[in-house]
């Protein structure tokens, strides 16, 4: 979907456009954003060096302060860390750091990529908090993620891909009250 990965077949249509064959720059101007998995922070650069790389398409100086301060509000350890080299940070305050600087593209769709993936537990409830707070800013959301329970305690619409393909798809709230997601993703039917 973010031109990453080039598609072997079929179209994605993203605000009534073909992005088939766009560039990932293309892709990014127009308001998708991808938080990869593994985070990926550039290391050498600070955080705040990083954070600005989520604004390198944007010329609104006014508008990327406000951005960078609603940044630092939402992750609080970014600002204090902010002359540190990224790469020194801890897991999830690399995850924090990942998903700061995709807000400082101003996404409309934002694509998070396993983002509890190596985090204590304590963190993963701390991320899938803060999605929740993106989601509530009017920013779409499509979150892949393997904590199947997480994923559809905050989901609107959920589907379950296996080897490649949907299984099953619907409301998140009515597949987290399945049988077989919950005998199959969610260790079983509670007794």
Do not use: C, W
């Amino acid at each position: 979907i973010s031109g990453i990965v080039k598609k072997s077949e079929g179209d994605v249509i993203f605000k009534d456009e073909s992005i088939y064959k766009a560039k990932p720059r293309h892709i990014v101007s127009n308001g998708l954003v991808q938080v990869p998995e593994g985070r990926h922070v550039f290391p050498g650069l600070s955080v705040y060096e990083n954070l600005m790389m989520g604004a390198y398409l944007r010329k609104d100086k006014k508008g990327i302060a406000e951005d960078l301060q609603k940044v630092y509000e939402r992750f609080p350890i970014l600002e204090k860390r902010k002359n540190q080299d990224a790469s020194t940070l801890s897991g999830g305050e690399q995850q924090m750091l990942a998903m700061g600087r995709a807000l400082m593209a101003r996404p409309q769709l934002l694509l998070l990529d396993e983002p509890s993936m190596g985090l204590a537990p304590i963190l993963v409830k701390e991320i899938f908090n803060i999605i929740q707070d993106i989601q509530k800013t009017g920013t779409t959301i499509l979150l892949v993620e393997q904590n199947a329970r997480m994923a559809l305690s905050i989901a609107d619409y959920a589907y379950v891909l296996e080897t490649g393909k949907i299984s099953l798809q619907g409301p998140a709230s009515e597949l987290a009250q399945s049988e077989d997601v919950k005998n199959a993703y969610l260790g079983g039917s509670a007794s």
